[in-house]
């Protein structure tokens, strides 16, 4: 069954340094979407995506976060210069299509920042 | 903004009916969702209803709306063992941005043997 895949599963940075998350969302699908869940609160949307560009994005997305599909394939969230209160785990989602009502998660990759 | 509440936790015995209930403020959703995530995994869609719906039943999962109540809740029937997990109400409305998900805090199913 195709499945929307995360790597890394756990990454552990160093405070303002840059990470790069990356999702293979499912391979017909065209709505991508970055979501993300501090410890022990909700899983909040950060981003939408499609087309090849932002469709829509929170408050939290600011301007040291950006996200990219650099091939085709995969599907970026790249954090510039990391926080502490970054550290959360980090959900990517893809959809076949707008009005489809199941979105495909995957396993999720746990930052931690130090 | 838009809002989605859940209970922190719920404990039931292995073979009872489980009920997990949540609540949102806005009236304009136009899907709401259960999801489920056990440990260690992602979020795994369970069912979801349509806001026209009043109730949709799908095997031992039975999800009734209450739309003027705005109000959700998930009927697990003969829960087992492994039904233990966090399950997530979330709502949805169609936008240009394809749907985007609003999550509620989770409730953890903890089924005894």
């Known amino acids: 069954e195709p499945e929307v895949t995360q790597t890394p599963s756990h990454q552990v940075t160093q405070m303002g340094q840059e990470v790069i998350l990356r999702c293979v969302p499912i391979s017909n699908h065209l709505y991508f979407y970055w979501y993300r869940q501090i410890l022990g609160q909700k899983v909040e949307f950060l981003v939408s995506?499609?087309?090849?560009?932002?469709?829509?994005k929170s408050e939290i997305f600011d301007d040291q976060f950006s996200v990219e599909r650099p091939d085709g394939s995969n599907f970026t969230l790249k954090i510039r210069s990391t926080k502490l209160e970054d550290s959360a785990m980090y959900f990517c989602?893809?959809?076949?299509?707008?009005?489809?009502?199941?979105?495909?998660f995957g396993q999720g990759t746990r930052l931690t920042v130090v | 903004g838009e809002d989605v509440e859940q209970s922190l936790f719920l404990s039931v015995r292995e073979g009872d009916s489980s009920v997990i209930n949540c609540t949102y403020t806005d009236s304009s959703s136009t899907y709401l969702y259960w999801y489920k995530q056990e440990p260690g995994a992602g979020l795994q869609l369970l069912t979801y209803?349509?806001?026209?719906?009043d109730m949709k039943q799908d095997q031992r999962l039975t999800v009734l709306l209450n739309k003027k109540d705005k109000h959700l809740s998930l009927r697990i029937a003969d829960t087992q063992t492994g039904d233990s997990a966090i399950y997530f109400c979330a709502e949805s409305k169609t936008n240009n941005a394809g749907n985007m998900l609003t999550f509620g805090g989770g409730t953890r199913l903890m089924v005894k043997p």
């Open positions: 209803i349509f806001s026209n719906m």
């Open positions: 995506f499609y087309n090849n560009e932002i469709s829509e």
């Open positions: 989602a893809s959809k076949p299509d707008r009005l489809n009502t199941e979105a495909f």
